[in-house]
């Protein structure tokens, strides 16, 4: 089994993040047609395998209050 280094892991989640940043930046204008903020497109990603709030905002490192107000929305 390949174990993976502490550099390697650094570089995955380097090369991951990057990845996302593009990705959203290249849909922002699509999600704004749409009226969608990037963050709400995460959360109605992930809502439905953590349909409460305080796990989904813990999950996606938002403030409680940021995600009582997009599930409310």
């Known amino acids: 089994m390949f174990a993976m280094t502490e550099p390697d892991g650094a570089r995955v989640f380097r090369l991951s993040l990057r ?11 699509a999600m704004d047609e749409l009226g ?3 963050k709400e497109f995460f959360v109605l990603d992930g809502i439905e ?25």
């Open 19 to 29: 990845l996302a940043t593009e990705t959203l930046n290249g849909a922002a204008s």
């Open 36 to 38: 969608l903020d990037p």
């Open 49 to 73: 395998e953590r349909p409460y709030p305080a796990e989904l905002a813990r999950s996606l490192a938002m403030p409680k209050t940021t995600m009582t107000s997009y599930v409310k929305a």
